[in-house]
């Protein structure tokens, strides 16, 4: 079963960047689609992106879009998440989550409860502030 571990987060000035990293163990990492969610004090969890396993398609939310970028190294078994351009609202805990059978990346990011993943990492935060 795989397990995943989130890195990478900090405190940064609005505008600021940071790169994400999601190291899973147990299992290959190209086996799953692998989706990066992030949840804010009072506000429940959203999707933020999400990269396929099978031909590295990405889904990003409409708050990331030209902001965030998905990647993901096989060979390394990590997905990473860059984040540029950073604003206050992106200041939340974020989290890696796999999931190994999922119709597309958009359904993972969108609408797929979140018991149904096959695992979470315990998540990073990152904290914009001034």
């Known amino acids: 079963q795989v397990q995943v571990v989130e890195s990478g987060g900090g405190l940064v000035q609005p505008g600021g960047s940071l790169r994400l990293s999601c190291a899973a163990s147990g299992a290959s990492i190209e086996r799953y689609t692998i989706g990066w969610f992030r949840q804010a004090p009072g506000k429940e969890r959203e999707g933020v992106s999400c990269?396929?396993?099978?031909?590295?398609?990405?889904f990003y939310g409409d708050s990331v879009k030209g902001r965030f970028t998905i990647s993901r190294d096989n060979a390394k078994n990590t997905v990473y998440l860059q984040l540029n351009s950073l604003t206050l609202e992106d200041t939340a805990v974020y989290y890696c989550?796999?999931?190994?059978?999922?119709?597309?990346?958009?359904?993972?990011?969108?609408?797929?409860?979140?018991?149904?993943?096959?695992?979470w990492g315990q998540g990073t935060l990152v904290n914009v502030s001034r």
């Open positions: 989550a796999a999931l190994k059978k999922v119709p597309s990346v958009q359904v993972m990011c969108v609408w797929t409860p979140l018991e149904m993943f096959d695992a």
């Open positions: 990269i396929s396993s099978s031909d590295s398609s990405t």
